[in-house]
Each structure stands twice: as C-alpha cells, then as structure tokens.
C-alpha cells in the first residue's frame, strides 16, 4: 500500500488518498468564490477555465 501511495503522490494523483488530512479550511472569501462559480452555467464555467489557462500561460509567477 505504501508503494501506491508514494506512485499516487510522485504523481499528483488522487491527492485526496495520500494525504487525507493535509487538507485546510477555505477562508471566508474563499467560500463565496466557490459559490459564486457552482451558480455559473456551463458554458460560463468552460470560459472561466479557458480564461484561467490563458492567464498561467501569459504569467511569469
């Protein structure tokens, strides 16, 4: 089991399963951003991800 996990986490995958605990609590803001994106529509949630991968690709951070 701990040769999955060690795979899992080189990986990235299924980060949830490595470290169950290493989650944090969203701040105040945070919370209301994730609302505001679940009442977007589909298509609005397509461009926010397009939109999202343009601005890391222009970024120098």
């Known amino acids: 089991m701990t040769k999955?996990?060690?795979i899992t986490e080189m990986l990235g995958i299924f980060p949830g399963l490595t470290h169950p605990r290493r989650?944090?609590?969203?701040?105040?803001?945070?919370?209301?951003?994730v609302e505001r994106y679940r009442e977007l529509s589909e298509n609005d949630r397509i461009a926010m991800r397009y939109l999202v991968?343009?601005?890391?690709s222009v970024s120098r951070f």
């Open 4 to 6: 999955i996990q060690g």
């Open 23 to 33: 989650t944090r609590r969203l701040s105040l803001e945070e919370m209301r951003l």
């Open 53 to 56: 991968d343009a601005m890391r």
